[in-house]
């Protein structure tokens, strides 16, 4: 077996670089980190079950790490549960699929790398890119938290998505994958995600990361506590499923001004790689009732005139943990796409739930998010 031991994570405090003894082990703490918001500049037109639906293609929100001697930018992603790097060891011309400036992590120049004999990753993403190469144990650093020993992959092969324009390019290094360790990809031996391997080596003030998410630079995650300036009212407490490996809330519904638009309860994953808020297509039918002036294009997307203002959605929920509200409000200026002049057609960030929903872009960027790895549960409130 080669799971990396939890014992051998051992806990750094960044800059010391030394394995901690139990007489000079670090404090329970957090640590707070900058998350940016990516918006690529090529859009595409991607096909669920027959419907068509505008994406980002992989917008997300970006943080800055440390692994090895190199510093990285990685895309959170709470869909998966690989961390993994772009590497030296990958071909000239997937190299180049790295856009410039962003680094290349060498393990030949890392001190603390060392190979995980006998494992690899290999994953691939909704969009039908992916990578694959062999795994490593590294020092990976997020804030001011640093781990040693941490599993990473350290991809030979890398393919872009299936819609990629001729010329595109990765925006990050790679992802953090936090979502449950079910669906690490290594084989053949799982390893944990970076924030598992925190809470196991007891890292954390609380077992839990919080997200408060902008559509701009200043947004940001918080590894193992709470703070409550960052919300306004009471949170909602709500189990999550997580036998698949994902952050699953289930039997959400949806209603507009009160009124329920959605024929039947949907799950509803918490992506934070994926931008849509997908929905069933009833629900969003009803919703773009509501708004004058809105219709669909060639492609079945739903349009509304730019400028005009778009009601908000509300999401409701059957178990409240902590008895708090039973629903969440997503305010209509998130679901925006953007906006545009007046006498033209704008897009939103709405897409048609194929049997699963997701809560995507709209939701994160309105809610404060409390991650509990360990009830597991999810908690929100409208951002302050």
């Not at 998966?80 to 990958?90: F, N, P």
């Not at 410039?100 to 190979?115: R, V």
């Not at 294009?297 to 409240?320: I, K, M, R």
């Not at 545009?340 to 939103?348: K, P, Q």
Request: charge should be negative; proline fraction near 6%; glycine fraction near 12%.
């Amino acid at each position: 077996m080669h799971i990396t031991p939890l014992a051998s994570l051992g806990l750094l405090a960044v800059g010391a670089l030394a394995l901690p003894t139990p007489e000079t082990a670090p404090k329970k703490r957090s640590t707070r980190l900058q998350a940016r918001h990516l918006r690529p500049e090529k859009r595409t037109i991607v096909a669920r079950d027959g419907t068509v639906s505008a994406s980002n293609d992989g917008g997300g929100w970006l943080v800055s790490a440390v692994v090895g001697p190199s510093t990285l930018t990685l895309n959170v992603d709470t869909g998966s549960s690989d961390l993994w790097v772009a590497s030296t060891l990958l071909p000239s011309d997937e190299q180049a699929y790295v856009s410039t400036g962003h680094a290349l992590y060498d393990p030949s120049q890392s001190s603390s790398a060392a190979p995980l004999d006998g494992e690899s990753f290999n994953i691939g993403y909704g969009d039908g890119s992916g990578s694959s190469g062999p795994e490593y144990t590294e020092t990976v650093a997020l804030g001011d938290i640093a781990l040693a020993g941490m599993p990473i992959g350290v991809a030979n092969s890398l393919h872009l998505g299936t819609n990629a324009p001729a010329g595109s390019t990765r925006n990050s290094d790679g992802p953090v994958g936090l979502g449950f360790q079910s669906i690490n990809s290594v084989s053949p031996d799982k390893q944990p995600t970076f924030a598992e391997a925190l809470q196991s080596a007891g890292a954390l003030t609380h077992n839990v990361f919080t997200t408060h998410l902008t559509t701009d630079d200043s947004g940001e995650i918080l590894f193992g506590n709470y703070d409550s300036s960052l919300y306004t009212g009471t949170l909602t407490q709500v189990p999550v499923d997580n036998s698949q490996g994902f952050w699953i809330i289930d039997s959400v519904s949806f209603s507009l001004n009160g009124q329920s638009i959605s024929s039947s309860a949907i799950n509803m994953i918490g992506d934070t790689g994926g931008p849509g808020l997908d929905i069933p297509a009833d629900a969003l039918a009803a919703y773009f009732a509501a708004v004058d002036g809105s219709g669909q294009d060639s492609n079945g997307n739903y349009f509304y005139p730019c400028g005009a203002d778009l009601p908000d959605l509300e999401l409701s929920f059957p178990t409240v943990l902590n008895g708090g509200p039973g629903t969440a409000t997503v305010s209509g200026d998130k679901i925006k796409d953007g906006d545009g002049d007046a006498g033209s057609n704008c897009y939103t960030y709405f897409g048609v739930a194929n049997g699963q929903g997701s809560l995507g872009i709209p939701f994160f960027t309105s809610q404060y998010i409390e991650w509990d790895m360990g009830v597991p549960s999810m908690a929100f409130a409208s951002q302050a």
